[in-house]
């Protein structure tokens, strides 16, 4: 295993174009963070699940934003009629519940997905 | 909302000087609480969470529930601290939806 991993690590698009972004956590972690961070910012919540449930979802996502995790184990984000503000880093975590091990609630970052709207 | 409060954004000291980042959350209950940290070109990673009560690379955070504070200190900064650090305390009790403060630069100076 190694590690989180995120596809693609850059991506430009036009605005008005949907774009999806995926995330494959680490195997045995059932729960799944996205976050987007902008320059000078620290990042900033969208939702997360565990396993394929989406227990929260960030009032400040528009309903162009939508994430699935089908069967529990990859993710998608997509953007739809992507505007120039949605450029950013779109960054994945993963973390194991309470109980499984010291490294319980821990959230293992991937590299990111840079979006750039033009 | 719950909020996470980084009041400095940038903190620089000279290499040996002690550091300590501030950071002070608004929630009631007993948090879980984290730093992470970004150091240049790689991942966003766990630096330490209150309740290992742990010292990593020197570093310590000591949560204070009368202050709502969870201030990360080191005695003697290194220049390989210099970094972006963001502190993580989840919004409400038993949620695991983690918000971030705006994150602190530290910049160690030879």
């Known amino acids: 295993d190694t590690g989180v991993s995120q596809d693609p690590r850059h991506k430009i698009t036009k605005r008005g174009q949907n774009v999806t972004f995926r995330c494959d956590p680490i195997?045995?972690?059932?729960?799944l963070y996205w976050y987007r961070q902008t320059l000078g910012q620290g990042p900033e919540f969208l939702t997360y699940f565990q396993n394929e449930a989406q227990l929260e979802k960030s009032r400040l996502l528009s309903d162009r934003f939508s994430a699935e995790r089908p069967k529990g184990s990859f993710s998608t984000l997509e953007i739809q009629r992507t505007e120039q503000g949605d450029s950013a880093m779109y960054l994945c975590a993963s973390s194991l519940p309470l109980g499984k091990s010291s490294g319980a609630n821990v959230l293992t970052f991937g590299a990111g997905s840079r979006l750039t709207v033009l | 909302a719950q909020r996470v409060t980084q009041p400095e954004k940038l903190l620089s000291v000279f290499k040996g000087a002690p550091v300590e980042l501030k950071c002070n959350y608004s929630y009631s209950g007993s948090p879980e609480l984290f730093w992470y940290v970004q150091y240049s070109r790689q991942r966003l990673q766990l630096l330490l969470r209150?309740?290992s009560r742990e010292s990593i690379k020197g570093f310590t955070a000591d949560l204070n529930k009368g202050e709502t504070s969870f201030h990360l200190k080191k005695p003697f900064a290194q220049e390989e601290d210099s970094a972006m650090y963001y502190c993580a305390p989840p919004t409400t009790s038993g949620t695991y939806k983690y918000i971030f403060g705006t994150g602190t630069r530290l910049k160690v100076l030879a």
């Open positions: 195997s045995e972690h059932n729960r």
């Open positions: 209150h309740i």
